[in-house]
């Protein structure tokens, strides 16, 4: 049993700044690839960054700059501070793992989801 709780969503106004959380929980042993997605209604989900367990991110090309994601592997925690935000229709943001729960399991772990609202 491994779980992604999100958390940090809200409204925000165009250029302000927001920072997402995601903590792991249950039975890890590692935590390997994390990332966050993010899906507007009636639009396809879509990778927005991700970072591997060696600290290598990876952005969409509509974000860089300013977003930034980290990640604590003490805290089993992954972070999207999103700075700059641009007008965005409600959108939910998914955090997503890559988990070793034993040396021959791994599994790939879905958040419910964080709400964010960019208003103009």
């Known amino acids: 049993q491994v779980q992604l709780v999100e958390s940090g969503g809200g409204l925000v106004q165009a250029g302000e700044s927001l920072t997402l959380s995601c903590v792991a929980s249950?039975?890890?042993?590692?935590?390997?690839?994390m990332s966050w997605y993010r899906q507007a209604t009636g639009k396809q989900r879509e990778l927005v960054a991700s970072?591997?367990?060696?600290?290598?991110?990876n952005y969409a090309d509509s974000v860089k700059g300013r977003f930034t994601i980290s990640r604590d592997n003490s805290q089993k925690m992954v972070l999207l501070q999103m700075n700059s935000l641009k007008p965005e229709v409600t959108t939910v943001y998914y955090c997503?793992?890559?988990?070793?729960?034993?040396?021959?399991?791994?599994?790939?772990?879905w958040g419910q989801g964080t709400l964010v609202t960019v208003s103009s």
């Open positions: 970072v591997s367990s060696g600290g290598t991110t």
């Open positions: 997503n793992a890559q988990v070793y729960s034993s040396a021959w399991s791994r599994l790939e772990v």
């Open positions: 249950g039975n890890i042993l590692s935590l390997r690839d």
